[in-house]
Structures are given as C-alpha cells and as structure tokens.
C-alpha cells in the first residue's frame, strides 16, 4: 500500500513538473517614458497578473540584463527594435517579451504594449490603451495582457511576413528636393 501511494504521490509530481514546464517564458522589460519609476511601477504589475501567471513563467530580470537594459536606455529612448528586444529575452532565457512605452500626444496620454517572440524576431501583437492619470494604467493592464497572451497562442506560420524599411523624413531625393517614400516587401 505504501509503495502504491509513493507511486501516486510521484506520477502526480512529475505529471504537475511536466504540464508546469510546458508554459513559455515571457521577459517583461520596463516601460520606457512617463516620470519616476512609472515604467518599472507598470513591469511589475504586468508580472504579477494572474492571466499571465496562468499563461507564463515570467523569467526575472539579472543584473547583467538590467545593466543592459541601462545601456540600450542611454542609447535609445524605448525597446522599439525587435532585434535589441529580441537580445535581451535571450539574456533572459526567455520565448516571449513584453515591452511598452508611456507617451503623451496631444491632449491624450497613452500607454503602449507589444510582444516579440525571441526565437522568430516577430512582434506577435501590439496594444494601447488611453488614461487620464498614470495610475489608471493598473486598471488597463489586464486588457492588454489578454490581447498579448492571445497573440503568443496565434499560428503565424501562414500569415505573409510584411518588412518596413526605415523611414527617414530628411531624405533627398533627385534634384535636391525632400521625400518621403518608404517600401514595403513581402
């Protein structure tokens, strides 16, 4: 009997580890803008929402990935480059990250989110939601974590990869005049 309980007790166990195993990691960076710590403020709220919990291991941030994330902040003003998002969930040992800015436009303040599968470069999907004062933003996080994990639970393998070139306002074009034509190739 108690060889059978052990058994039971050690089917259970390897069976929690193996299904607890099978959820991807997902590295949440900090929001870049707003004041203060409102970037790191908002990171860490995302990380401890229950929907992302359920769908994710969220994998914590190192020194050496905070000294990173210190450098790439010197050097540009959000993790807008999936290749720089894409480095740094590799130092995290991560399938997924989640990065996001606070902006201001016009009358509006806005809050951004997006998610980039490391192994792929592909940004999986992209929010933003609009609040009045910064501490709105905890009532909108659950909204955007939903439409993050729904997007890491899409088959993108059929959908047409779309390429932007970057767009440079300041360009000259033939005879010293100014454009501002930008390809797309699919």
Same mark, same amino acid.
Request: proline share 3%; aromatic share 8%; glycine share 6%.
């Given at each position: ?5 052990l +058994? ?10 193996? !299904?607890?195993?099978?959820?991807p990691? =997902?590295?949440i ?8 710590e409102?970037?790191?403020? *908002?990171?860490? #709220?995302?990380? #401890? ?6 769908? !994710? ?5 190192? $020194? ?33 990250? /989640?990065?996001?800015?606070i ?17 792929? !470069? ?12 910064i ?5 909108? *996080?659950?909204?955007?974590?939903? $439409?993050?994990?729904? +997007? ?6 059929? =959908? ?7 767009? $440079? ?5 033939i ?8 390809? /797309?190739y699919?």
């Open positions: 009997m108690l060889k059978k309980s +058994a039971i007790v050690f089917l259970i166990f390897c069976t929690a580890s193996i !299904f607890s195993q099978s959820k990691k =997902l590295g960076l900090p929001f870049t803008g707003g004041t203060g409102d970037g790191e403020t *908002i990171a860490q #709220i995302f990380s #401890i929402q229950q929907e992302i919990l359920d769908a !994710f291991i969220v994998v914590p941030r190192t $020194n050496a990935v905070n000294a990173l994330i210190a450098e790439q902040n010197f050097q540009m003003s959000g993790y807008t480059d999936s290749d720089t998002i894409a480095r740094l969930g590799r130092l995290l040992n991560a399938d997924f990250v /989640v990065s996001g800015h902006r201001r436009l016009g009358n509006s303040n806005l809050v951004f989110a997006i998610i980039v599968n490391v192994e792929t !470069f592909e940004q999986m999907a992209g929010d933003y939601r609009t609040y009045r004062n501490e709105d933003v905890r009532n909108l *996080i659950p909204a955007i974590a939903e $439409n993050m994990i729904t +997007a890491t639970l899409r088959d993108t393998s059929v =959908l047409p990869r779309l390429a932007i070139a970057p767009h $440079n306002h300041h360009a000259v074009g005879k010293g005049t100014t454009t501002s034509a930008q390809r /797309v699919f």
